[in-house]
């Protein structure tokens, strides 16, 4: 009879499990910032789409597309595999992917990523807006303010103090205001691009 060492066990306790979640929206915050301000000014083909752009520009980032690999080794994405298995197979069974089981650890780790794409990329959209305004980037700003159906004053204020423009920005009127707001994002993009 063997017996069962429940030491082992116990070097497990305590273990952070990696947050696929967190961890791509992170990543997709991290490459909207790395984003040149001619690909963030591609926002305004995107309007009230920002899941969209998102997806169109930094996907291979936060999920190791085109050459499916986020990871380098095996054991890295073990790592991240680790405690969610139940995350693993809730994305087997919802994409229907069939051989997900049977893949490498970096395969298994790259089926998460590719299920939570979309999501993370709402996540992030929501974690901007929700954020203080002054606690922006000028990238992010840039975005927001390119992606918003409508002239969102509350950034345009923001991006009004940041490129020094408060006193044009405070006296526009209904024929200088478009103007004024083009300006403003004009420098917004010259300051984000140092």
């Not at 990543?27 to 752009?53: C, H, K, Q, W």
């Not at 203080?132 to 991006?159: G, R």
């Amino acid at each position: 009879m063997n017996k069962i060492n429940y030491r082992f066990f116990d070097q497990f306790e305590g273990i952070e499990v990696y947050d696929y979640e967190a961890a791509m929206i992170e990543d997709i915050r991290n490459a909207l910032n790395d984003l040149s301000v001619d690909l963030i000014s591609t926002a305004d083909y995107y309007p009230g789409m920002p899941e969209r752009f998102l997806e169109v520009m930094v996907e291979h980032i936060a999920t190791g597309l085109p050459d499916s690999c986020y990871w380098e080794y095996d054991r890295q994405a073990d790592c991240c595999l680790f405690g969610n298995y139940d995350l693993l197979e809730k994305t087997a069974n919802m994409a229907e992917f069939d051989d997900v089981m049977a893949g490498s650890p970096r395969e298994k780790d790259e089926y998460i990523r590719e299920y939570l794409f979309l999501y993370a990329c709402e996540q992030a959209y929501k974690e901007l807006t929700d954020e203080c305004y002054d606690y922006l980037t000028d990238k992010e700003l840039l975005f927001l303010l390119l992606i918003s159906e409508e002239w969102d004053l509350d950034y345009l204020n923001v991006a009004a103090k940041r490129v020094d423009m408060s006193n044009e920005w405070n006296r526009a009127d209904s024929e200088n205001f478009m103007s004024v707001v083009y300006e403003i994002i004009k420098k917004l993009k010259e300051r984000a691009s140092v």
